[in-house]
């Protein structure tokens, strides 16, 4: 018997995010000291991800916007297949205009799935000498399998292990969602919460 063919449903659009992204902002602001604080974007979508959440992070501060740092960092691809056994991380070298002891880092990334990403990310930094490291995730699908966990939550999803969370963010989509593809049973739905987490 013939599986059925993955079907594709859009849960946020680009308003209900921009509402999530001004909650973590607020918890960020809460979390971050007013100077010697900065964002590092997981590439590809964390980058962006980051850019939209300095914005709003300036726009409650008043404060000029928090420097911003990419690292690029690759384990799977978009449809979790599995690309490096060992996640890949390529260094950004401009961190080291940065006094890493006394700056509190943000890491911002799209989804939370197993870890691997973040943990790769925060143990890099650590080891160029950054003492506290916290992070932000736009999901968080709960399957989390390392010593790692996000401390400001966008989205609460909690899908089949199968599917797929798709965060769609400009300049690498045309708009900025979320949505889930699901794969095998026709009627697996997911499980949101549209809290962010205290």
């Known amino acids: ?114 870890g691997h990403s973040l943990l790769r990310t925060c143990a890099y930094l650590a080891q160029l000498g950054a003492r506290r490291v916290l992070s932000a995730v736009l999901v968080d699908r709960h399957v989390c399998r390392q010593p790692v966990h996000a401390d400001i939550v966008g989205v609460h999803l909690q899908v089949a292990v199968q599917d797929i969370i798709e965060c769609h963010v400009p300049p690498y989509e045309a708009d900025f969602c979320i949505e889930v593809v699901r794969h095998g049973q026709a009627h697996s739905t997911a499980t949101v919460s549209r809290q962010v987490s205290a």
């Open 1 to 114: 018997m013939n599986s059925p063919a993955p079907s594709r449903t859009r849960l946020y659009d680009a308003d209900d995010l921009e509402g999530v992204l001004r909650a973590m902002a607020r918890q960020a602001t809460a979390c971050l000291p007013p100077s010697q604080a900065a964002l590092i974007g997981i590439q590809r979508r964390g980058e962006p991800l980051a850019r939209r959440l300095q914005e709003h992070i300036q726009q409650l501060t008043g404060q000029p916007p928090l420097p911003l740092y990419p690292i690029k960092v690759k384990r799977y691809a978009d449809d979790l297949t599995l690309l490096h056994a060992h996640t890949q991380l390529i260094e950004n070298p401009s961190l080291d205009t940065l006094n890493l002891a006394e700056t509190t880092l943000l890491v911002v990334d799209d989804v939370l799935y197993e």
